[in-house]
């Protein structure tokens, strides 16, 4: 019995072995489907050539498909003509743009020459005005004063530009002055003005109330500020569009009306007080929230309120370009808002001196006289350095001389790029007006004593400059030094008795 049974096991070993050799041959035949050999190195390079040709007839717009060969020495002949083909256009493109920017830099150079002789240009600068931005700072906003005076006049057959707003151009800071970009055109074609103002408004600051609007009880909105107090109202109550009635449904008629909000910044409460049946309204509009109704609405501020106020005390300076049918003109202004001409007639009472730092902006041209160069321009940045010396070594008693002023603009750049330059200022006269101009200085008017560099080259001097001082605080807390200075100048670069180089520019500095 037992070995019958390992009988059975063996056969059934064995036939299941017999079937599983059956199943990995078939009669020693290899029944799995052929591979193809992997491409060449050559078979890839030619690969790589004709994607390569492919993308350059694309770039150069080539649709035909000729047979260009399959050897690689004909692949790569037809690639090296089309290569070629699409440097010489981009050559060809380059010489273009630089003849075009040329023509731009001939004509600015001729408008830079014509402005330092006539000064047919004026720039007015109607008004700054001031906003608020989220972290409490001050962003200053150049515009047109809102009786329409132009900001750019012209004289001398220049018409002005009226129409000129900021635009979204991004103007890097200078320091501690902050650009803004201006545009103004005839219908979109000229003449048109481009103008950029730098100035040095602060951050906002918080004043009392009672500073501000001479009052610390209630005061009626057309009291506080007229219709122009839409802007500066704020509640949450008032944040409806639409004509919003503060009564509510009347089921409790009330002839007052309190809501809790803030006017220029400061908090506090406002009342509306009616008849019985009278109506107290608000409507936010895009002036701003308009209070009205038949009450009369008042707004009584909370003990200490503070009223945020923007920077009222500022310096400025820029430059502007003009074009018309004539060509381009450029001129350049400085100025203050806010802060008083300093007291030159202190001047004789000072002595030592002051040094202010600031920045400068203007304009250049370079038209090089050398054969195969091409004319440059452009606008630049540049560090502004002054000294003003309150005494006069030449005199019997030094002290008592007003005293002069001297500076350098240096650290150019324009366009990205460093320019190794420097404009030296030469030493002027402090008048009596806190004022100093080099083409009425003596001894020297005629050259005016500013000298262009350009790569450690001096040219001869050649140009002028001019500006005035600000802002004094008299003893005790101050010492009558002038805090502020602007001024502008303009200044030729020659070589070889030809000029090749025009640049006019504005500069704002601050005593150290």
């Not at 409490?136 to 530009?161: K, R």
């Not at 908090?267 to 049946?277: D, E, F």
């Not at 009369?296 to 430059?319: E, K």
Request: one cysteine or more; aromatic letters at 6%; a negative charge.
């Amino acid at each position: 019995m037992f070995n019958n049974h390992l009988m059975k096991v063996c056969l059934a070993a064995v036939f299941a072995i017999g079937l599983a050799a059956c199943s990995s041959s078939d009669n020693g035949t290899d029944t799995s489907m052929p591979t193809d050999p992997p491409p060449t190195a050559t078979e890839q390079e030619l690969d790589a050539l004709k994607e390569e040709i492919a993308a350059l007839r694309a770039q150069l717009g080539i649709t035909d498909a000729d047979d260009i060969g399959d050897s690689i020495d004909a692949l790569m002949e037809a690639r090296d003509r089309l290569q070629q083909q699409i440097d010489d256009a981009a050559d060809e493109a380059d010489l273009a743009a630089k003849k075009a920017a040329a023509a731009d830099a001939e004509a600015l150079f001729t408008g830079l020459d014509d402005t330092a002789d006539d000064g047919s240009l004026t720039a007015v600068l109607a008004e700054i005005s001031v906003s608020d931005s989220d972290d409490g700072g001050g962003s200053a906003t150049i515009s047109p004063a809102n009786d329409g005076t132009p900001f750019l006049t012209g004289t001398g057959g220049v018409a002005p530009v009226e129409a000129v707003e900021a635009t979204d151009t991004a103007v890097a800071m200078l320091g501690a002055w902050q650009g803004t970009e201006l545009f103004g055109d005839t219908n979109g074609e000229m003449p048109s003005s481009t103008a950029v103002v730098y100035t040095d408004v602060g951050p906002n600051v918080g004043k009392a109330w009672a500073s501000v609007y001479n009052n610390v009880d209630a005061q009626t909105i057309a009291t506080l500020r007229g219709i122009n107090a839409n802007a500066v109202i704020s509640a949450s109550e008032f944040s409806t569009a639409g004509l919003k009635d503060h009564h509510g449904d009347r089921a409790t008629p009330s002839n007052v009306v309190s809501v809790g909000g803030t006017f220029d910044g400061a908090s506090g409460v406002y009342t509306c007080t009616s008849a019985a049946a009278g109506t107290c309204t608000s409507n936010l509009t895009t002036g701003g929230v308009v209070l009205g109704g038949t009450g009369t609405w008042s707004f009584n501020p909370a003990d200490n309120a503070m009223v945020s106020q923007p920077d009222a005390a500022y310096a400025y300076f820029g430059w502007w370009l003009h074009q018309d049918a004539n060509g381009p003109e450029v001129d350049v202004f400085h100025g203050v808002t806010g802060l008083a001409a300093a007291d030159g007639t202190s001047f004789p009472a000072l002595g030592g001196t002051a040094t202010y730092r600031g920045s400068a902006a203007g304009k250049y041209a370079i038209d090089p006289v050398a054969p195969g160069t091409y004319a440059s321009g452009g606008h630049w940045t540049a560090d502004a350095t002054l000294t003003a010396n309150f005494e006069d070594p030449d005199v019997a008693d030094p002290v008592a001389a007003n005293g002069s002023i001297s500076g350098t603009i240096d650290n150019f750049m324009s366009d990205g790029e460093a320019m190794d330059w420097s404009v030296s200022l030469g030493d002027t006269p402090l008048l009596g007006t806190a004022t100093f101009d080099s083409a009425t200085a003596s001894p020297d008017p005629a050259g005016d004593d500013v000298v262009w560099t350009i790569s450690d080259e001096a040219a001869p001097e050649a140009g002028s400059w001019s500006g005035a001082l600000y802002d004094q605080t008299a003893p005790p807390d101050g010492n009558n030094v002038p805090s502020t200075a602007t001024g502008e100048f303009s200044a030729t670069y020659s070589e070889g008795g030809h000029t090749i180089g025009h640049m006019t520019g504005a500069f704002g500095a601050h005593v150290e």
